[in-house]
C-alpha cells in the first residue's frame, strides 16, 4: 500500500501555506493509503496537501489553483474524499492533542465552554408576521 509519491530531497517552499518536510511527516501516517484495487497513487501527495492548504488559505477557486501543484481537480479530489472519510478531523486531533501538550496540558480538553445568543428575526412574531404581510 502506498502513500503516494514525495519529493522531500527537492523540496521547495514556494508559498507560505506549504507545509515544511517535517510538518509534512507528522501528518503523513494519517493519510489513507491508496486504494487496494487498481493502480498506485501516481501523484505527490506534498503537493496534493499544500494545494488544499493553498487554496483554504487564499480562498481562491479550485480552479485557480496555481500549477506548482496538482491538477485542480485531482487535489479538489482529495480534499472532499477526506472531508468525507473522516481524514481531516483525524490530522486536526492530532495537532490539537500535540499543541496542548507542548503547552503543558492534557492531551484532550475536559470541558468547553459553549456561548449561544438568541438572534430576533422580527420584533412582531417572525417569519408567520412576515409572510402575512406580503399577502
Not at 52 to 63: A, F, K, N, P, S
Amino acid at each position: 500500500m502506498e502513500l503516494g509519491l514525495l519529493s522531500h530531497e527537492v523540496y521547495e517552499q514556494v508559498y507560505p501555506s506549504d507545509l515544511t518536510p517535517e510538518q509534512l511527516d507528522m501528518i503523513l501516517p494519517l493519510l489513507p493509503f491508496s486504494p487496494p484495487i487498481g493502480t498506485d497513487r501516481s501523484v505527490d501527495m506534498r503537493k496534493i496537501i499544500n494545494g488544499i492548504l493553498y487554496v483554504v488559505r487564499t480562498g481562491c477557486q479550485w480552479r485557480m489553483l496555481p500549477k506548482e501543484y496538482e491538477h485542480w481537480n485531482t487535489t479538489y479530489g482529495y480534499f472532499r474524499t477526506w472531508r468525507k472519510d473522516g481524514t481531516w478531523q483525524r490530522i486536526h486531533d492530532l495537532l490539537r492533542e500535540q499543541t496542548r501538550l507542548q503547552e503543558g496540558r492534557e492531551p484532550t480538553p475536559s470541558a468547553a465552554i459553549i456561548d449561544s445568543q438568541s438572534v430576533k428575526t422580527t420584533e412582531k412574531g417572525g417569519l408567520e408576521v412576515m409572510m402575512l404581510a406580503k399577502r
